[in-house]
C-alpha cells in the first residue's frame, strides 16, 4: 500500500513537472513571436506562483551595439511602475501614525495655491486631484530637476482639470507631489526612504533611481521603433522622480511581487487601501487604486501597472484569484507593449484567460488559419 502512495506521488510530482515546463516552453515561444513582431531588442520576464518565482528569464539583447544579453539582472527603467511603490511608501507613513490619507496636501506642502484647498493625500494617489500632469503642460522643464517649492510655483499657474474628487484623469503631477510628502513627513530624501523601508529589507539590491549621471552596473540601453527602424531613444530626460524614475530587474520585481503577498512590508489592511477603488463626488466607481489599475477578466481579478519611458516599456500584474504575478520589463519605448506581453504570458498560465485562438497562438508562435 505504501508502496502504491509512493507511486502515485511519484506521478503526480512528474505531471507537475511536465505541465510546469510545457508552460515554460511556451513562454519561450511566445516571448520569440512577439519580439519578432514589435521589433524590441530585449525582453526580460518573471512569474511568480504562491511566492514562489517558477519562470524567470532574458531574451535578446540590452544593448544593439555591444551586442550584451539581456540576464534576469539586466536593469531597466520601469517608468510608471515605480507609482506602487510610491504609494507603498505613502502607506508605511499611514501606519507610522505620520500621515493621513484623507487630510489635505497643504498640511504636509510648502506654499500650496489656493486652488488645491481640498486636494487631500487620497486624491493625488487615486489621480482624482484635479492637478494638471506636467506632461500636458507645454514647456514645462523637468530636466532643470525642480525642487519642492519650485515645482508647485510652477504647477500653481495651471487651473484644476476639474474639480476635486469629480473626476479621474492620469497625473504625473500627483505622484510627483506625493514623493515631495514622503521627503517632508519622513526628513529622507525619497530615495533614501525607499532604499531604507522597502529595497533594502526586500533585498532588491539593483533597484535605484535612473538618473543617468549615475553608473548602474547592467543597465540596459533604451530604444524606439520609428519610420521602420531601431533607434537611440533622446537622452534629454526629464526628472520623473517619484512618478516614475525607478531602474529595476525582474528578479528584484519578483521579490516585491512576492511580498505583496504577505505582511513583509505592508500590513494587509494598508493593502487592502491600495487596492480600493474610488468612488467620485457623483457616485460613479473609478478603478484606479493606490498606483494600480483594478481589473476583472474572464473571472480573474487583476491588479496591474504599466510604464513607459523614452526607450522603455514595463508591467507588473498581480493575477489574485490564481496567485499569479507576471512581470515584464523591455529596452523598446511603445506604449502599452509591457502589458501586452504581460496579459499574453498570463493566458498560458491561466486556463480561461484568453480564447481558443489566442492560446493556440501562444503554443506554436503562430497566428491561427483563417
Known amino acids: 500500500m505504501r508502496f502504491h502512495k509512493h507511486k502515485l506521488a511519484a506521478v503526480f510530482i512528474a505531471c507537475i513537472f511536465l505541465i510546469t515546463s510545457v508552460r515554460a516552453d511556451n513562454v519561450d515561444k511566445y516571448i520569440k513571436m512577439k519580439m519578432a513582431e514589435t521589433h524590441v531588442p530585449g525582453v526580460a520576464i518573471a512569474v511568480v506562483k504562491n511566492g514562489r518565482v517558477i519562470k524567470h528569464k532574458g531574451y535578446g539583447v540590452a544593448s544593439v551595439e555591444f551586442d550584451a544579453p539581456v540576464t534576469t539582472n539586466t536593469v531597466f527603467e520601469i517608468g510608471s511602475v515605480s507609482k506602487q511603490i510610491t504609494a507603498a511608501a505613502i502607506m508605511l507613513l499611514v501606519e507610522d501614525g505620520k500621515i493621513d490619507l484623507d487630510e489635505k496636501i497643504s498640511k504636509y506642502l510648502p506654499d500650496t495655491p489656493e486652488i488645491w484647498a481640498n486636494v487631500s493625500v487620497r486624491n493625488l494617489l487615486t489621480h482624482t486631484s484635479g492637478v494638471r500632469s506636467y506632461t500636458s503642460i507645454g514647456g514645462f522643464e523637468l530636466s532643470k530637476r525642480y525642487g519642492v517649492r519650485e515645482f508647485i510655483a510652477e504647477l500653481s499657474k495651471q487651473p484644476l482639470d476639474f474639480e476635486t474628487g469629480s473626476a479621474y484623469k492620469y497625473s ?199
Open 172 to 370: 504625473n503631477s500627483g505622484y510627483s507631489l506625493l514623493g515631495y510628502i514622503i521627503e517632508s513627513v519622513s526628513g529622507k530624501t525619497y530615495w533614501d526612504f525607499l532604499r531604507q523601508r522597502i529595497f533594502m529589507p526586500l533585498k532588491m539590491n539593483h533597484t535605484a533611481d535612473r538618473d543617468p549621471r549615475f553608473i548602474i552596473r547592467n543597465r540596459a540601453t533604451g530604444y524606439e521603433w520609428e519610420n521602420g527602424r531601431l533607434v537611440g531613444r533622446d537622452y534629454e530626460l526629464t526628472d520623473l522622480f517619484s512618478a516614475g524614475a525607478i531602474v529595476s530587474t525582474v528578479d528584484d520585481l519578483a521579490k516585491w511581487a512576492a511580498a505583496l503577498r504577505d505582511e513583509t512590508i505592508l500590513k494587509n489592511s494598508s493593502k487592502a487601501e491600495c487596492y480600493k477603488p474610488f468612488t467620485l463626488s457623483n457616485g460613479e466607481i473609478s478603478r484606479y487604486g493606490f498606483g494600480w489599475n483594478i481589473v476583472d477578466l474572464r473571472g480573474q481579478h487583476i491588479l496591474r501597472h504599466g510604464g513607459q519611458t523614452a526607450g522603455f516599456a514595463a508591467n507588473v500584474s498581480q493575477y489574485v484569484d490564481s496567485d499569479i504575478s507576471v512581470i515584464v520589463l523591455t529596452n523598446l519605448g511603445t506604449q502599452g507593449l509591457g502589458s501586452d506581453i504581460a496579459q499574453g504570458i498570463a493566458e498560458i498560465y491561466i486556463p480561461g484567460l484568453s480564447d481558443p485562438s489566442a492560446d493556440a497562438q501562444k503554443k506554436t508562435g503562430q497566428a491561427p488559419a483563417k
